[in-house]
């Protein structure tokens, strides 16, 4: 990550974005356990949900205490997608 300091001379840290691994119901402990130690670095955590179908998923994580926004990738192509590929 990059640091940087705003106006007051405070450090700044760039955002953090951290890719969900879910099963289509739950979100994985390894998801949860990143967001915690994410939020050393930022208070306001982006995620990324990428799958088929992943609306009731993407609710579920916008419900996380510190994700502040939730992207998502719904396409049938990452029906089974694994998150190492894409690392």
Do not use: F
């Not at 419900?63 to 719904?74: E, R």
């Amino acid at each position: 990550h990059r640091i940087t300091k705003n106006a007051g001379g405070k450090v700044k840290y760039m955002s953090v974005l951290v890719i969900v691994e879910h099963d289509g119901h739950t979100v994985k402990s390894s998801t949860l356990n990143t967001i915690s130690a994410a939020l050393v670095l930022d208070k306001n955590i982006t995620v990324l949900v990428m799958g088929e179908n992943i609306q009731s998923i993407s609710e579920v994580c916008s419900q996380i205490k510190g994700v502040g926004k939730v992207l998502k990738a719904d396409h049938a192509d990452l029906a089974h997608l694994l998150v190492e590929p894409l690392t």
